[in-house]
C-alpha cells in the first residue's frame, strides 16, 4: 500500500521505516526537500540530519507536503501538533479527501517553556480539529501516547500494555487496527475509545506521561489498562 507520512522528525523517519519494512511505498512529506536535505546539524533531540537518514532509507522518497499526499494511499500525520493544520493544508484538502488519515501528532505547545501544555485541550482535541477542518478525510487518532520507538516495537515494554484508536470511520478505524497488529500489536491491546472527539483524552494522557518520562528518565513505558478487552 502506498503511505504518505507527513514530518521528517524522528517519528516519522520511525514510522516510515517500519512501513518501508513491511514492504509498502512509503514517501516522507515536508515543507521544503531542499532546505531539509540541506540541514547538516542534529536537531533540538540530538538525532542525526534527515539527509543521514535517507541515504540509509533510500526506497523511501522525499516529496512536497502536497505531492507526499496526492501520493498516499493512506496519510500518516506526524508533523509538530501546533503546526498539523498549516501542514495538511499545504498537502491540500483533495488530496486527502477519502483517504485515512492517521494523526499520532501532540499538540503540545512550548511558547511557556517546559512542561509544555496542550492547546487545545480539555474541551477540543487536534484529531477534532483535523477532522473539522477535511471532512471529507477518515481521520482516526492513534499511537500518540507512545514513544516512536514502542509504536513500531511495542515488546520493548515488558508484559500487557494498550494503544488506543478514536475516530468517527469504523472501516478507517479497522485499517489502522491492522496496521498496529503488522507492527507487532496483539489484537487485544488496541483500544477503540469510539469516536474522533475521543480524542481528548488520548491527547490529555500526555501531561503525565512527560513526568513519567521525566521520573523513569527514559520512553520504554505504557500504559495498561487493566480489564480491557
Same mark, same amino acid.
Request: glycine share 12%.
Given at each position: 500500500?502506498?503511505?504518505?507520512?507527513?514530518?521528517?522528525? %524522528?517519528?516519522? *523517519?520511525?514510522?516510515?521505516?517500519?512501513?518501508?519494512?513491511?514492504?509498502? &511505498?512509503?514517501?516522507?512529506? @515536508?515543507?521544503?526537500?531542499?532546505?531539509?536535505?540541506?540541514?547538516?546539524?542534529? +536537531?533540538?533531540?540530538?538525532?542525526?540530519?534527515?539527509?543521514?537518514?535517507?541515504?540509509?532509507?533510500?526506497?523511501?522518497?522525499?516529496?512536497?507536503?502536497?505531492?507526499?499526499?496526492?501520493?498516499?494511499?493512506?496519510?500518516?500525520?506526524? @508533523?509538530?501538533?501546533?503546526?498539523?493544520? &498549516?501542514?495538511?493544508?499545504?498537502? #491540500?484538502?483533495?488530496?486527502?479527501?477519502?483517504?485515512?488519515?492517521?494523526?499520532?501528532?501532540?499538540?503540545?505547545?512550548?511558547?511557556?517553556?517546559?512542561?509544555?501544555?496542550?492547546?487545545?485541550?480539555? @474541551? +477540543?482535541?487536534?484529531?477534532?480539529? %483535523?477532522?473539522?477542518? =477535511?471532512?471529507?478525510?477518515?481521520?482516526?487518532?492513534?499511537?500518540?501516547?507512545?514513544?516512536?520507538?514502542?509504536?513500531?516495537?511495542?515488546?520493548?515494554?515488558?508484559?500487557?500494555?494498550?494503544?488506543?484508536?478514536? #475516530? &468517527?470511520?469504523?472501516?478507517?478505524?479497522?485499517?489502522?487496527?491492522?496496521?498496529?497488529?503488522?507492527?507487532?500489536?496483539?489484537?487485544?491491546?488496541?483500544?477503540?475509545?469510539?469516536?474522533?472527539?475521543?480524542? *481528548? #483524552?488520548?491527547?490529555?494522557?500526555?501531561?503525565?506521561?512527560?513526568?513519567?518520562?521525566?521520573?523513569? #528518565?527514559?520512553? &520504554? =513505558?505504557? =500504559?495498561? %489498562?487493566?480489564?480491557?478487552?
Amino acid at each position: 500500500m502506498r503511505y504518505a507520512v507527513l514530518g521528517t522528525g %524522528i517519528v516519522g *523517519r520511525t514510522l516510515a521505516a517500519k512501513l518501508g519494512s513491511l514492504d509498502h &511505498d512509503v514517501v516522507i512529506g @515536508t515543507r521544503d526537500p531542499e532546505a531539509t536535505l540541506a540541514r547538516s546539524e542534529p +536537531d533540538a533531540m540530538g538525532n542525526e540530519p534527515f539527509a543521514a537518514w535517507h541515504a540509509a532509507h533510500p526506497a523511501v522518497q522525499l516529496e512536497p507536503f502536497e505531492e507526499a499526499a496526492a501520493h498516499g494511499e493512506a496519510v500518516v500525520n506526524t @508533523t509538530s501538533g501546533t503546526a498539523s493544520l &498549516d501542514a495538511l493544508n499545504s498537502a #491540500g484538502g483533495a488530496n486527502l479527501s477519502g483517504k485515512v488519515l492517521i494523526d499520532v501528532a501532540n499538540p503540545l505547545d512550548f511558547s511557556h517553556g517546559m512542561p509544555p501544555v496542550l492547546n487545545p485541550g480539555n @474541551t +477540543d482535541s487536534l484529531g477534532e480539529q %483535523i477532522q473539522r477542518s =477535511f471532512p471529507d478525510s477518515r481521520v482516526v487518532k492513534t499511537l500518540n501516547t507512545v514513544n516512536c520507538a514502542v509504536m513500531v516495537e511495542p515488546g520493548r515494554v515488558p508484559g500487557a500494555h494498550n494503544v488506543f484508536v478514536s #475516530g &468517527d470511520d469504523s472501516g478507517a478505524k479497522r485499517h489502522v487496527t491492522e496496521l498496529l497488529v503488522s507492527f507487532g500489536w496483539p489484537a487485544g491491546s488496541v483500544i477503540d475509545l469510539g469516536g474522533i472527539e475521543t480524542a *481528548r #483524552g488520548a491527547e490529555m494522557l500526555l501531561p503525565i506521561w512527560l513526568r513519567l518520562f521525566g521520573l523513569l #528518565g527514559h520512553a &520504554d =513505558f505504557n =500504559f495498561h %489498562i487493566q480489564g480491557a478487552r
